[in-house]
């Protein structure tokens, strides 16, 4: 029990451990790769080596390897991933490489491959959706789809929903038939007439036809395919409060209903907008859950909670650094052959790296809090610290496979690519920054009056805003983007996180009991937790370089923070 005590509560040897990876990267020699002993000359082959699919080869479709078996194939016939060792083995503790369809079903072993032609390849297509729109609808893509905001989207649905049904079963009964014959007007959005003018998916860029059918997002509106949508969308009336508000839910996924209600409609929903609604559903679940445990000393609860939240933080990372990879490999196809296509990679690239980073720097605040967790039983103790140390050693590793892929990066890409790729992840990091710590002040000055509390902290946070501030004004000036409209869009987005997703959530049970008591220590904790993932943040996404003023303000905030 004692040594649980010390190793969670001690944080000095697991940053350490940190650190040592860091420095392994830049001090050891290169990790070695897999052999290439058993490769055929590409220089041999003049064809796919896959017998459905014999494309010749030119300066287009280029010769790859499989890295299991030697053969040559196009890229559309590697995309496939299995495990393999340095040998080109077989290997569930090995890394992922490409390999061709026969070594990938070669004894399938759940545990030593990963299939990415579903997954990766609509991943994918969500980074060319905005390119898609433009090139099917012009400049009037731009112009309406920056109206579009999902909140409003889904309360159109719900009300729609709660109008169409009413309170009589009759209606409800005719409701289910008149939606079979035509698109009701509340299920349609504002941009529906714009979106109808397409004659291609507007996700996959496939024209559309007879023998593909033209499909609405009820959300957002866009025309796509049968294959970019699905029905996923569920809007319904809770069994338990049938004269209760309409909820909308996307179906399989945490916080869903676990049994269909029996007053429901499914809608087709985009890849898209399922994603958007997905996410914030998880996090408004996980919420719950959090503010359910919090009122009792209930720490296999919280640990729970904190672990789900680090799975799907663990599944999104794995996405994002594949498709990292895939991209970087691709660049470096490109650069061989010479060819202007590596420009389309750019803006996807410089999102992944915002991606990953704001993914991992997470995946750190969630052990910190796993750390303050105190187990109540030797079981429980054993439990926790596996527990701790297997999230631990993913971060290490996925931290250290990040920096290796942006190594590999700088190598193959040009100069100009890497400027242009660092400059857009700096105006992220520097933004998001901005907009935590500026929405936290805000936070803590309004319940520091509210609940007559000393302003030492909002103060604080006001001090280290303005560092934040002149950081953002050199890195705007830099990209050539207006002032005036950042302050803008930071404002109005901070009205919308304090509606929606307040930073400090405090419990009802503790307020009744000591209210004043419950709000400092959550202002303080709160705040400790958001600075750290802030300057976590901005270390992992900016070079060493970048923002130091900012990054020294942080620093001394959080030890004054420590000093209290």
């Known amino acids: ?124 297509r969500h980074q060319c959706v905005i390119e898609s729109a433009v090139k099917e609808n012009g400049k009037i893509t731009k112009s309406w789809r920056q109206r579009f905001n999902l909140d409003e989207e889904c309360d159109r649905l719900v009300q ?39 004659d291609a998916c507007q996700l996959c860029s496939s024209r559309l036809g007879l023998m593909r059918k033209k499909a609405h997002c009820r959300v957002c509106g866009r025309v796509v395919c049968r294959s970019c949508s699905s029905k996923d969308l569920l809007l319904y009336l809770p069994n338990d409060s049938r004269r209760g508000e309409p909820q909308l839910t996307i179906i399989r996924v945490l916080g869903c209903p676990a049994k269909e209600p029996d007053i ?31 009122g009792r000393d209930d720490h296999l609860s919280r640990l729970k909670v904190i672990h789900s939240s680090s799975r799907e933080l663990e599944q999104k990372t794995d996405r994002q650094l594949t498709q990292y990879q895939h991209v970087i490999e691709s660049l470096e196809d490109n650069s061989r052959r010479g060819s202007d296509s590596s420009k389309s990679n750019v803006r996807v690239l410089a999102k992944a790296q915002v991606d990953i980073a704001d993914f991992l720097s997470q995946y750190n605040t969630n052990i910190q809090k796993m750390k303050q967790l105190k187990p109540a039983t030797n079981s429980q103790a054993m439990l926790f610290r596996n527990c701790l140390k297997s999230k631990c050693d993913y971060y290490i590793e996925n931290q250290f496979a990040f920096r290796k892929l942006k190594k590999e990066l700088e190598k193959s890409a040009p100069t100009e690519t890497l400027q242009v790729i660092q400059q857009t992840v700096d105006l992220n990091a520097i ?18 009056d509210k609940y007559s509390i000393p302003d030492s902290i909002p103060q604080l946070l006001t001090s280290l805003d303005e560092a934040l501030e002149a950081d953002a004004k050199d890195c705007l000036s830099i990209n050539g983007e207006d002032w005036e409209e950042h302050v803008n869009s930071i404002t109005e987005m901070i009205k919308v996180q304090m509606k929606d997703h ?12 000591g209210a004043r008591d419950h709000v400092m220590m959550m202002i303080s904790k709160r705040t400790n937790q958001a600075l ?27 030890n004054s923070l420590k000093e209290r």
């Open 1 to 124: 029990m004692q040594s649980w005590i010390s190793y969670s509560q001690d944080g000095s040897s697991w940053e350490n451990q940190v650190q040592a990876a860091d420095s392994r990267l830049n001090l050891e020699a290169p990790v070695n790769e897999i052999t290439k002993s058993h490769w055929i000359s590409s220089e041999t082959c003049t064809n796919c080596s896959n017998r459905q699919c014999r494309r010749k080869f030119s300066l287009l479709d280029r010769p790859h390897h499989c890295r299991r078996c030697g053969k040559v194939f196009c890229n559309p016939c590697l995309q496939f991933q299995r495990k393999l060792n340095l040998l080109a083995h077989l290997d569930p503790e090995g890394r992922s490489y490409k390999v061709c369809q026969a070594c990938f079903d070669e004894g399938q072993v759940q545990e030593g491959q990963h299939r990415n032609l579903t997954e990766i390849f609509h991943r994918l």
């Open 160 to 198: 729609g929903f709660k109008t169409a049904i009413g309170g009589s079963e009759i209606k409800k009964t005719l409701h289910d038939l008149t939606t079979l014959v035509t698109t009701p007007s509340w299920q349609k959005s504002s941009t529906w007439p714009q979106e109808d003018l397409a």
């Open 264 to 294: 429901a409609l499914y809608l087709r929903v985009c890849s898209l907008c399922q994603e958007k609604i997905s996410n914030k559903q998880i996090l408004e679940n996980s919420m719950k859950e959090e503010e359910a445990t919090e």
């Open 431 to 448: 933004t998001s920054a901005q907009l935590y710590v500026r929405q936290l002040a805000f936070e803590t000055l309004h319940l520091c």
């Open 502 to 513: 307040r930073l400090i959530k405090l419990s009802r049970t503790q307020l009744s009991s």
């Open 532 to 558: 750290q993932q802030v300057h976590l943040q901005l270390d992992i996404k900016s070079t060493d370089k970048s923002f130091r003023v900012s990054k020294i303000s942080l620093a001394k905030a959080r």
